[in-house]
């Protein structure tokens, strides 16, 4: 048996109230050319999905650390086409769970991952590594299809839309100077 679980998996993805926007998985650690590169998908989405007015928010993440950069360079190269955009980033203060949609999405999504991972343990683990699949790439293989699977289970409409609406009644609450909620 190894005694590493193997390189970790990230995931990256972006929503609206109505759709997954992008999702993709990463294996190893993220640097700011993978975000970079990220930054572009996001904008070839809502480019695709013809969304002229989006706010993208992203946290303090080591690898979004020229991301405002990035962005201003993005959005100039998509105005070139004449078509009048309205996309902001928005970086979010530390600690502002309940602020973000995507942060919504991510805690539903680490839950039902570890969920179906842990149902899936024994199909890892009772299968004798092979010279085409080691335990690691096994795993790593799993844990991608449990992720991609995730991601599409809480992208359904009502969550997004749930999601989406609990921010506003944060956000609501905090411009009104009434009691935040604490947790979920």
């Excluded at 193997?6 to 109505?18: D, Q, V, Y």
């Excluded at 449990?146 to 609450?173: C, E, H, P, T, W």
């Amino acid at each position: 048996m190894p005694t590493t679980r193997g390189s970790n998996i990230n995931c990256i993805a972006s929503i609206s109230p109505l759709q997954l926007l992008s999702f993709s998985t990463h294996l190893g650690s993220l640097k700011a050319v993978d975000f970079e590169r990220y930054l572009n998908e996001i904008a070839e989405g809502l480019d695709r999905f013809e969304i002229r007015k989006a706010v993208v928010n992203i946290d303090n993440a080591p690898w979004h650390c020229k991301a405002e950069e990035q962005w201003r360079t993005i959005c100039e190269r998509f105005s070139q086409d004449g078509t009048s955009r309205d996309w902001k980033l928005i970086r979010m203060a530390p600690y502002s769970f309940s602020c973000s949609a995507i942060e919504l999405f991510w805690s539903a999504f680490k839950e039902g991952v570890k969920r179906e991972f842990r149902e899936r343990r024994a199909e890892i683990l009772n299968s004798m590594p092979t010279a085409a699949e080691t335990l690691t790439a096994r795993r790593n293989r799993i844990l991608t299809d449990v992720a991609q699977r995730q991601s599409v289970i809480n992208a359904d409409v009502r969550k997004l839309q749930a999601y989406f609406q609990k921010v506003q009644g944060v956000i609501a609450k905090a411009s009104n100077g009434e009691d935040m909620p604490i947790g979920r």
